[in-house]
């Protein structure tokens, strides 16, 4: 089972400023991995897939990077729309099909 | 637009059974596969069953094999998660959710249905 560990647990950052979260899989899981935003009481979304490409009407400011073991999920200027909860999925070495534990943006 | 629509939550007792449905729209069902995932109160997100387009796959993660079975209808395109044997740590909203045509990853969501085992 392919392990999936997300850093930081939680981030502060101001509104305008840029957040980057981390997504480590304990081996390699290419390039198929998936993040997904979850605000309170609302089902996920998807937001990145195939590390890097962006779902349909998914802002600009939101952008994927990483292959192999390390990937992230790049917010370049927090709107406060974008505070939430994000996951990182792996949907290569399936089954079973594998989250992050989630890292929440909020509020400096 | 795409749209899956979860029912069937409730309270149980525990080592009781309960059918959730998810009854989709929007889309050619037939030809999606369909996951659930479940997500324990102030908790991260766990996979728990998929079910082939045509119903001839199916896979559980160990924490639900053989409680859990999965079987859809799309004649009704309506995919359903029997969980039998309920355990309180089995309390959880479930969402379904359609895997992408182009990859294994999960492309659409519903709103969840919340289970609560309790005595």
């Known amino acids: 089972e392919t392990v999936m560990t997300q850093s930081p647990v939680t981030l502060s950052v101001s509104p305008g400023e840029r957040a980057t979260l981390s997504c480590r899989a304990s081996?390699?899981?290419?390039?198929?991995v998936a993040w997904y935003q979850q605000k309170p009481g609302q089902a996920p979304r998807l937001l990145i897939y195939?590390?890097?490409t962006r779902a349909t009407d998914i802002p600009a400011r939101f952008s994927g990077s990483g292959s192999g073991t390390e990937f992230a999920l790049t917010i370049s200027s927090l709107q406060s729309e974008d505070f939430a909860v994000y996951y990182c999925?792996?949907?290569?070495?399936?089954?079973?099909?594998?989250f992050g534990q989630g890292t929440k943006v909020e509020i400096k | 637009q795409v749209q899956l629509l979860e029912s069937g939550g409730g309270v149980v007792q525990p080592g009781k059974s309960l059918t959730l449905s998810c009854a989709a729209s929007?889309?050619?069902?037939?030809?999606?596969?369909i996951h659930w995932v479940r997500q324990a109160p102030g908790k991260g997100l766990e996979w728990v069953a998929v079910?082939?387009?045509?119903?001839?796959?199916?896979y559980f993660p160990d924490s639900v094999r053989g409680r859990f079975s999965i079987s859809r209808d799309n004649s009704k395109n309506t995919v359903y998660l029997q969980a039998n044997s309920l355990r309180p740590d089995d309390t959880a909203v479930y969402y379904c959710?359609?895997?992408?045509?182009?990859?294994?990853?999960?492309?659409?969501w519903g709103q969840g249905t919340l289970v609560t085992v309790s005595s």
């Open positions: 929007g889309f050619p069902f037939s030809n999606y596969a």
């Open positions: 999925q792996q949907y290569i070495d399936w089954p079973p099909w594998t």
């Open positions: 959710a359609r895997e992408a045509g182009g990859g294994y990853y999960f492309d659409h």
């Open positions: 195939d590390a890097s």
């Open positions: 079910i082939s387009s045509l119903g001839n796959n199916r």
């Open positions: 081996q390699s899981v290419r390039s198929n």
